[in-house]
């Protein structure tokens, strides 16, 4: 299939109304700068890549079991198991923060310093004896190692969660700094597939600090009116690949060129040599 660029959602200086920004693009911009850029301005996406469908599952069904209890107002067993005294959250604008009305949109807020709505998509609600929400954030994995959230790649988990603390507490809830990560953690150890998967189930706290939220939004608005591209982020992969890309296809070019001219040269040497021969010919045939 062939890369296209987008064209929806394009950042236009031009244009005072403000700008949606998803919390999967401040991910980006904290990720890469010069990627952010080109998505965010100049309409050129990162490669896609194929639908988690198993994770997308596993949402699902959680969701499902957790709304159960969310109509009776009662606590889920891991919930007692882990001693968090919370119930689920029941709010008519839940499945409009879960994407469930508009799946490219959630929990919205408008963040009039840097003129953005910032939208988020969660996946669930918990709250207190003391009327504080409690984000929570579904995970899928498959590991024999611990549950943790100290892997290099689980950094991000820590950004998504406080983003969303962030977002809830700008709408005017009272929001919790400890959020909770529910990890179905798929096993390995049986003998036999038998055509399913069986998960542990386990429940990380988190205690966020969101008040980086409002810097990171002021550079992004400052990196979206700038007409300078900016560097590469430090461990980008992506920005990594197109320069190295680049210079190869440049190299090549150069040697393709090079080439061309050697045997262009090559050519009028032979040409020039043919005529001077031809030119002396008559006098060596006239020696005999």
């Known amino acids: 299939m062939a890369f296209k660029s987008f064209k929806r959602n394009i950042f236009d200086p031009n ?25 965010q301005r100049l309409g050129v996406k990162r490669p896609s890549m194929p639908a988690f469908t198993l994770n997308s599952a596993v949402d699902s069904l959680l969701k499902n079991e957790f709304d159960l209890l969310r109509n009776k107002g009662e606590s889920h067993d891991l919930m007692k198991k882990y001693k968090i005294d919370a119930v689920p959250f029941a709010h008519k604008d839940l499945p409009l923060w879960r994407g469930e009305v508009n799946r490219f949109s959630g929990a919205t807020v408008f963040y009039e310093a840097a003129n ?50 962030w977002i809830f507490k700008q709408m005017g809830f009272k929001v919790s700094d400890k959020g909770y990560f529910v990890f179905a953690n798929a096993t390995k150890n049986r003998d036999s597939f038998d055509g399913r998967l069986e998960f542990e189930m386990s429940i990380v706290e988190y205690v966020g600090d969101d008040s980086w939220v409002p810097e990171t939004l002021g550079k992004i608005k400052k990196c979206l009116v700038s007409n ?21 296809f440049r190299n090549a070019i150069l040697s393709e060129r090079e080439n061309k001219s050697v045997g262009r040269k090559t050519k009028i040497i032979k040409i020039a040599k043919k005529e001077k021969d031809e030119k002396e010919e008559p006098e060596t045939k006239s020696l005999f």
């Open 116 to 165: 953005l709505i910032i939208d988020g998509l969660v996946d669930d609600i918990w709250i207190n004896k003391d009327q504080e929400l409690l984000i929570v954030d579904y995970k899928s994995t498959s590991t024999v190692k611990e549950i943790s959230l100290e892997d290099e790649y689980k950094q991000g988990y820590k950004i998504q969660m406080e983003i969303y603390q």
């Open 15 to 39: 244009l005072s109304e403000p700008f949606k920004i998803s919390r999967s693009k401040i991910d980006l911009f904290l990720e890469c700068q010069r990627c952010f850029y080109l998505d």
């Open 228 to 248: 300078d591209i900016p560097k590469a982020g430090e461990y980008c992969e992506h920005c990594a690949y197109r320069e190295k890309a680049g210079l190869a």
